[in-house]
Nanobody, 122 residues
Framework: QLRLVESGGGLVQPGGSLRLSCTGS????????ISWFRQAPGKEREGVSC????????NYADSVKGRFTISRDNAKNAVYLQMNSLKPEDTAIYYC???????????????WGQGTQVTVSS
């Protein structure tokens, strides 16, 4: 069964940093564009960032531009989301996902991870 696995979430103070990781179970991430989404309590899920298969194209939600950086290490079959200058409004469950294409698209992802909780609080 194709699935993704996130790790790296936790509790951090405002202004702090976290790095989330996404790896594949029976899934070679180096073949696909990978996206990060998040869902806060009582809110709709939103797209945070996406990176193309090659890593040459990335995009970010306006709310995280300049603070978050997406990257990938295809040799390690992993995608990362470096989150700096975290704010309380970044608190959410973060998911990585892919629509099994090699570019960042608007299609709904086909494969999801189970999510990792990020809590920003003093």
């Amino acid at each position: 069964q194709l699935r993704l696995v996130e790790s790296g979430g936790g509790l951090v103070q405002p202004g702090g940093s976290l790095r989330l990781s996404c790896t594949g179970s029976e899934l070679f991430l180096d073949l696909y564009a990978i996206s990060w989404f998040r869902q806060a309590p009582g809110k709709e899920r939103e797209g945070v960032s996406c990176i193309s298969m090659s890593g040459g194209s990335t995009n970010y939600a306006d709310s995280v531009k300049g603070r978050f950086t997406i990257s990938r290490d295809n040799a390690k079959n992993a995608v990362y989301l470096q989150m700096n200058s975290l704010k309380p409004e970044d608190t959410a469950i973060y998911y990585c996902a892919t629509d099994l294409l090699d570019y960042c698209s608007d299609y709904a992802p086909d494969v999801w991870g189970q999510g990792t909780q990020v809590t920003v609080s003093s």
